[in-house]
């Protein structure tokens, strides 16, 4: 019952959005109540899994031996108390961002975002890869009226590029890859120890996998990683919790769970291909860090280093060892929290600011303290430093790469901690110590919703001027938006000092 | 009354159809099409219900057994074919009232009913009959209606279309009536049943045997016209653009879908699959020709303007994938094959009676003219991309069910290019429905320009179907298993 609940109190939230849509108060009251109760009711799962129990609901049979099934499993749980936690946070958030950016069609937009995650959790408790292929795709389509939210022709241009890559990859190659698996294994559920080992010579099943890592393209593993930047036109909120959360999450699961559940570790050991994939997922973090290296525009920049750090996740599925799996379960939940944080911030800067560029950040850690100190932590979360949570999640998979003797990814993991250290620093750098621009403030570049209310001056007392947080001579985001930024850093901060909930429950899932 | 279903539910609408065109007025004669309608839809479930329950049906028409007189033969596949058309008319009928009184003449409204009435009592004849020639005497009276009902379409394009389709279903139609004369030639028998007996032993005594593989010939190239298979397709996407939007939702929904049960029942039950495989190596002729369908026609369907054009160019191509999977010759493929029949004739009724609701307020079903519906005709561009979400096969619509079956029964024997080659066309469904989704949501509307949303006697039959291809979509079960049943009474080899 809990399982149901999680998943349809989501899409009961989004009803509510749909018809409180007049009085946008109760509206997005409905979300955040909506929110907070899926998470208490993933909370309530979290007990009974650690607890060693495997909640499971079965809806139906679809085809004959292949059910619509949803079964609670550690790793699951990882991604469900991410999407989970973070969702009701980013609501907070988006309720600042949304109104002080003076956003259309914001009812289309809370129902949509609710509706995806209905989906995430959909993906999180799927207990077969029909069902996980069944939520996949529904995320997939419901995320595409939030990435075409501005109706322009740049979003429409990004929108053929997300469906396009997203169904390309997901009908052309994994869905391909599971009526394989059915006709070679003849089941499609997920079992300790894989289901595939046996049923075909190595050669067939390291191209399945090929087929699977590659088909799942929420996992931008490069070459289909340019959906994600074209995702960047979305209002702010869907960029920091869809896409960098929800939706790529979604997919890196896809690729660990497909790796521990379908293939599993020993089978994983014996195929090639899981050796050729782990160097394309290499190749895809320093790749992914040097384009963001070029990237002013900051949503930008983030989506690249966002594609660099997915494929940290996929690289530790590939070194088909326990240490790489837990390294990249716990990833899972670290990225999230700095890389959210990071956009949340990168939000907050458009919204008081008006400033999408880092060249024109110049200062700006002066009048926006809070955001740029919270752009600080996620940064350090998603290089790798304490005291932020990435630093866990980097060790293991470090120690993944030792355990597999690739002393050559290692080095890659280094330098691509080395490159991040550069292109997510520079950003506070500049904001604090660098003396401001001429005339910035003027940058109304940005999607064009917003009139001439970019500084009205310190005097003001906040509460007129939806679009900022103003109180003695800072500046920063509506007050909902800030409070959502300190909780994210904060967690970032606490995710070091107790990483346990995520580490226990992937030492469950390697069966340690 | 239940021994005579077979005969009820063939004679009752043959008798209605002259009563429709004789009370002259449309809306009796609407009235009466309803009743057939639903009168052959409640005859045929009954039917069904009875195969699954005690097998294959015999009923001699007039007493006369088999080898002398005429034989309904009702088996699985038949009765699901069945199902098939007469499900589609029975929602086609209520949502015809409206559009078919504005698309066509007042005075001739009681006479297209009457050509209604004969298309469908023609296409339930040839689903089962058991008799060769009566299969053609049944094709002809649902393609000389089909020609007329086209005919009626208001652009006066309808008039070539159907003379296109009327030349080139003729050339079908004596392709098919030359195999059935050439096969009483040499075997001195028309029953089905008793050919499938016949031809094996005429072949063993060796005398006719390439008379048999002439009409075997003539009756392929026949049956694929009919059901234009690529490149015998060339009558169908005239036809389908300027027919009145009821018949192009009626027609995409089951006369083709008929031609490929005549396939199935000419290949598997009267030549035998022994014969049609293996002798005849029919495989190597369907399989390529499908797979160009499948992708030839998907592209061509991208670059149309026109978007029951569009659909119908995405009929000729999911056609390649019903002939695809007949053409494994294995029992999976056979039964993604049926499958498709059914699930097909769902989203592309849901579609093609979407467009038929644009056609109703704006006028015209060009993409230009669709700028901005989303929001103008927010029921009806749902229906539209609930139905495309069916035809590019997303997982919960019966779209994704016909897929499941068509790859795995090429996985199956290794064809993993074949199965690539299907994803691929999958893709194109998504470009294609893409580019009608992005005008219709993304485009905007000239004020002066503006229309309602389509009434509800036209919204509630689309509404029917999108939910039937969804329902079906996530509790495939039932059709699943009639189809692989059906398969495994066609299939005589197995691996």
């Known amino acids: ?512 | 009354m239940s021994q005579n279903l077979p005969a009820l539910l063939i004679v009752v609408p043959l008798l209605l159809a002259p009563i429709a065109a004789l009370t002259g007025r449309w809306k009796a004669a609407w009235v009466v099409a309803l009743g057939a309608a639903w009168w052959a839809f409640g005859c045929s479930l009954a039917l069904l219900q009875r195969v699954r329950a005690e097998g294959v049906i015999h009923y001699s028409l007039g007493g006369w057994p088999a080898p002398t007189g005429i034989e309904y033969r009702v088996d699985l596949v038949s009765a699901f074919v069945a199902v098939i058309v007469t499900t589609i008319a029975a929602i086609s009928v209520p949502y015809a009232r409206t559009s078919i009184a504005q698309e066509v003449s007042e005075d001739r409204g009681a006479l297209f009913y009457a050509a209604f009435i004969l298309s469908m009592t023609g296409l339930l004849g040839i689903a089962i009959t058991g008799d060769v020639f009566n299969v053609f005497v049944f094709l002809e009276i649902s393609s000389l209606s089909a020609y007329s009902m086209i005919a009626l379409g208001r652009d006066r394009r309808a008039l070539t279309a159907a003379y296109q389709y009327l030349i080139m279903g003729s050339v079908g139609a004596s392709f098919i009536v030359i195999g059935i004369g050439l096969l009483y030639v040499t075997t001195g028998t028309l029953g089905m049943e008793d050919l499938s007996h016949r031809i094996p032993e005429v072949m063993a005594q060796g005398r006719g045997s390439r008379t048999i593989a002439v009409a075997f010939t003539f009756l392929t190239v026949g049956v694929t016209l009919k059901l234009a298979l690529f490149p015998l397709h060339l009558w169908l996407p005239n036809a389908y653009t300027y027919a009145p939007s009821a018949v192009t939702a009626f027609m995409a929904s089951t006369s083709t879908k008929v031609s490929v049960y005549l396939l199935l029942r000419f290949f598997f039950t009267v030549f035998g699959e022994t014969f049609s495989f293996v002798e005849m190596r029919l495989n190597m002729v369907l399989m390529p020709l499908a797979l160009v369908a499948i992708l030839a026609m998907s592209l061509v369907a991208i670059y149309q303007e026109n978007v029951k054009r569009l659909l119908a160019f995405s009929s000729v191509a999911q056609i390649g994938y019903m002939i695809l999977g007949i053409s494994f010759g294995s029992v999976l493929g056979v039964t993604a094959g049926i499958l498709h029949l059914f699930n097909h004739a769902l989203m592309k009724g849901a579609l093609f009676m979407a467009m038929g609701c644009i056609m109703y307020r704006v006028g015209s079903v060009r993409i230009d003219r669709m700028a901005g519906l989303g929001k103008q005709m927010p029921w009806t561009m749902a229906a539209f991309v609930g139905g495309g979400l069916s035809l590019i096969g997303v997982p919960l619509t019966v779209g994704f069910v016909s897929k499941w079956y068509l790859v795995q029964a090429a996985l199956e024997q290794g064809r993993w290019f074949v199965a690539a080659l299907v994803m691929v066309g999958s893709l194109m469904a998504v470009i294609y429905i893409w580019k009608v989704v992005e005008v219709a949501y993304f485009g905007r509307r000239d004020p002066e320009d503006s229309v309602e949303e389509a009434p509800l006697s036209l919204l509630i039959p689309t509404w029917v179907l999108v939910i039937a291809s969804f329902w079906f979509g996530i509790d495939a079960s039932t059709t699943a298993e009639v189809a692989t049943a059906a398969a495994d009474l066609l299939v005589e080899i197995v691996p």
């Open chain 1, 1 to 512: 019952m809990t399982i149901l609940f999680a998943l349809l109190l989501p899409v009961v939230g989004a009803l509510g959005v749909l018809l409180l849509r007049n009085s946008p108060n109760a509206r997005e009251t409905a979300t955040l109540l909506a929110g907070v109760l899926t998470f208490s009711q993933v909370v309530r799962l979290l007990g009974m899994v650690r607890a060693g129990d495997t909640p499971a609901l079965h809806i139906l049979e679809v085809v004959p031996g292949v059910d619509l099934s949803f079964t609670v499993e550690p790793l699951g749980m990882v991604f469900a108390l991410v999407a989970g936690f973070l969702w009701p946070v980013t609501s907070l958030y988006a309720i600042g961002y949304m109104r002080g950016h003076h956003e259309e069609n914001q009812t289309r937009f809370f129902f949509f975002f609710a509706i995806a995650i209905a989906g995430a959790m959909g993906v999180a408790f799927a207990g077969n890869l029909f069902t996980l292929f069944v939520f996949y795709e529904f995320l997939t389509f419901c995320t595409v009226p939030l990435v075409t939210h501005h109706q322009t022709e740049e979003a429409k241009k990004s929108g053929r590029i997300y469906l396009g890559i997203l169904l390309t990859t997901s009908i052309g190659l994994q869905l391909v890859a599971i009526i394989w698996t059915w006709v070679l294994a003849g089941r499609l559920d997920f079992a300790d120890g894989g289901i595939l080992a046996g049923t075909a010579s190595t050669g067939v099943l390291g191209a399945i996998l090929v087929l699977y890592v590659y088909g799942v393209g929420k996992a931008a593993l490069m070459p289909f990683h340019r959906w994600l930047p074209a995702a960047m036109v979305a209002p702010t909120p869907v960029s920091a919790l869809l896409h960098a959360v929800a939706v790529v999450k979604a997919g890196v699961f896809t690729v660990l769970k497909v790796a521990v559940y379908v293939f599993g570790i020993d089978l994983l050991q014996q195929l090639a291909t899981a050796d050729f994939l782990a160097w394309a997922a290499a190749a895809t973090i320093i790749l992914g860090s040097l384009v963001a290296f070029s990237k002013d525009n900051l949503k930008a920049r983030l989506a690249y280093s966002t594609i660099s750090q997915l494929s940290y996740i996929v690289l530790g599925a590939m070194l088909a060892n326990e240490m790489g799996i837990i390294g990249g379960g716990m990833h899972i939940a670290m990225h999230a929290f700095g890389k959210i944080t990071l956009f949340f911030a990168a939000g907050a800067i458009m919204v008081a600011a008006h400033e999408k560029n880092i060249s024109g950040m110049h200062g700006l850690g002066r009048t926006m303290p809070i955001t740029f100190g919270a752009f600080l932590i996620g940064s350090l979360s998603i290089i790798g430093l304490p005291p932020a949570g990435g630093s866990w999640s980097k060790w293991f998979l470090g120690l993944g790469t030792l355990e597999a003797d690739q002393i050559g990814l290692l080095a890659v993991l280094m330098l691509s901690s080395l490159l991040g250290l550069y292109y997510l620093l520079e950003v506070p750098v500049k904001a604090f110590f660098f003396a401001p621009s001429e005339g910035h403030g003027h940058h109304d570049d940005d999607h064009g919703h917003h009139d001439d209310h970019g500084h009205h001056g310190g005097h003001d007392d906040g509460g007129h001027d939806p679009s900022a947080f103003v109180i003695g001579g800072l500046r920063e985001a509506p007050l909902p938006s800030l409070i959502a930024i300190c909780v994210t850093a904060t967690a970032t901060v606490g995710l070091f000092l107790w990483p346990d909930v995520f580490y226990d429950l992937m030492t469950m899932v390697v069966g340690r």
